[in-house]
């Protein structure tokens, strides 16, 4: 009778237990309040404490002690009090594997540049510009029928609060379905501008983002994303020097941040790479393209995009380039079939060889002439000196870029379109005569990639001797 007892007690304790703790649902249940039902469950929830993380141990006794003073134990432990020892070390190991992956507990964090010897003693402060400017810093992926393409970096550049709609800066990378060989400068990328990209504005929270323009010769995209709120903007410096250092962020393939220290490289872009890049000797993270380079006030300089050598586009650039499609529908630029290089950053000797020899120190150096270019017509040849154009001079390529955009702008404002030509004046130092020349070169304006190619022609037999003879390396008899 007192076991039957005892057990119906039980029961109607449970039964009252039970009652207790959902009373809050069920009354919010019977008044149709879904919402409440589940706000007392979370509550409920959240109140619970998880139990305590310790080590289980076998009850040994200490029956005496070795020479060394360490103890000796009973060796005789009930089987079940060990069976149960090795379950409850399991479940042990399986709580500290869980506390693992807990956000504040994980080890399995990227380290960034901000944790290098080199930054301690600005860490603080740089730290904390990062964090803020890597609110406005998303990850981006992109699907070709369901399928991975690519994963890119990104950032907000402007925002409609009317539409609530922002606008997000990238690399173009995002889209690229195919590369061409460095080596081949025939071929250009290919696009798939139907792919479905996806805008990670936060952990576990993505939309789908838009595509509004993207550009083949800066490799550049523009994404809107519907939004509930403004997004942060980050402020824009338009200047950047050489030696400066930046700051490149990026987000990697798990969406976690990536930052990069180094500093503007005097450097010129090689032969298959665009005049507008800006190198810096540091590195960035796979999925970082398109992501800003930031200075130490946390003001964009540039964006970051795939090249051999880490290199970012300066946002003056950008910015023109970003007034012109809205203006123009286009971003118009000079076809000019040269490739450069600049004087400034060559050795110090270098440059002291070629004052002495023609009382130059600034400029351009004609590194290619494209086959069949009016530049080569016209006989601009290797090795030659730009030093302006339409009288103003120009000693980079970001210079020059500078200037091609600044006069494509002009031209358009005064109702001409794509297609056209537009006649440059170039003053250029002919290397081979030592002389100073004006040329007018009648340039194609346009918005697609322009391709260099080196000039080729087929040998005879005739030439091949005729070129031997000439040589001196074969007698006329």
């Given at each position: ?27 919010a ?149 195919k ?28 939309v ?29 410096n ?98 000019l ?34 086959e069949?270019?009016?530049?080569e017509?016209v006989?601009?040849?290797n ?24 006069i ?22 002919n ?6 020349l ?26 091949a ?6 040589s001196?390396d074969?007698?006329?008899?």
């Amino acid at each position: 009778m007192a076991g039957g007892g005892g057990t119906t007690s039980g029961s109607q304790s449970r039964a009252r237990k039970r009652q207790w703790c959902t009373t809050d649902e069920d009354e919010a249940a019977r008044t149709g309040n879904e919402e409440q039902a589940a706000s007392a469950a979370d509550e409920a929830a959240s109140s619970l404490v998880s139990s305590p993380c310790r080590c289980p141990c076998l009850p040994l006794v200490v029956t005496g002690y070795n020479s060394d003073g360490t103890e000796l134990y009973d060796s005789n432990i009930n089987p079940d009090v060990f069976d149960a020892y090795l379950e409850e070390e399991e479940k042990y190991c399986a709580k500290l594997e869980r506390e693992k992956n807990l956000l504040t507990l994980t080890q399995d964090m990227p380290r960034t540049c901000l944790e290098s010897q080199e930054l301690l003693p600005v860490r603080d402060s740089a730290t904390d510009m990062v964090l803020q400017a890597a609110k406005s810093v998303m990850g981006l992926s992109s699907y070709i029928d369901g399928k991975p393409l690519a994963q890119s970096t990104g950032f907000f550049i402007d925002w409609d609060n009317e539409k609530k709609v922002g606008t997000i800066l990238t690399s173009a990378h995002i889209i690229c379905a195919k590369y061409p060989s460095i080596h081949d400068r025939s071929s250009t990328r290919e696009y798939a501008v139907d792919a479905k990209v996806e805008i990670h504005l936060s952990r576990g929270t993505s939309v789908d983002g838009c595509l509004v323009h993207y550009h083949k010769y800066y490799n550049i995209a523009l994404f809107e994303v519907s939004l509930k709120q403004s997004p942060q903007l980050l402020c824009l410096n338009d200047e950047v020097k050489y030696a400066q250092e930046v700051f490149l962020l990026g987000r990697n393939e798990r969406l976690q941040l990536n930052v990069g220290h180094g500093r503007v490289q005097f450097m010129d872009p090689g032969l298959f790479e665009q005049n507008h890049y800006v190198y810096v000797n540091c590195k960035v993270s796979k999925c970082g393209a398109g992501g800003p380079a930031v200075n130490f006030d946390g003001k964009v300089v540039g964006m970051a995009d795939p090249t051999p050598r880490t290199a970012f586009i300066p946002i003056s650039i950008l910015v023109r380039c970003l007034h012109m499609q809205k203006e123009f529908k286009c971003i118009p630029r000079l076809h000019l079939g040269l490739k450069f290089s600049s004087i400034k950053f060559l050795k110090t000797s270098h440059i002291e060889e070629i004052m002495d020899a023609f009382s130059i120190n600034s400029g351009l150096i004609v590194k290619q002439v494209s086959e069949g270019s009016i530049a080569e017509k016209v006989g601009i040849r290797n090795g030659d000196i730009v030093r302006c154009l339409n009288g103003e001079h120009v000693s980079t390529t970001v210079d020059l870029e500078h200037l091609s955009l600044r006069i494509c702008e002009d031209h358009f404002t005064k109702g001409n379109v794509l297609g056209s030509n537009l006649d440059i004046a170039f003053e250029i130092f002919n290397i081979r005569k030592k002389c100073h020349l004006s040329k007018m070169l009648a340039v194609n304006v346009s918005d697609d990639t322009e391709v260099i190619r080196g000039g080729t022609y087929l040998v005879s037999a005739t030439e091949a001797l005729s070129n031997l003879v000439s040589s001196g390396d074969l007698s006329p008899d």
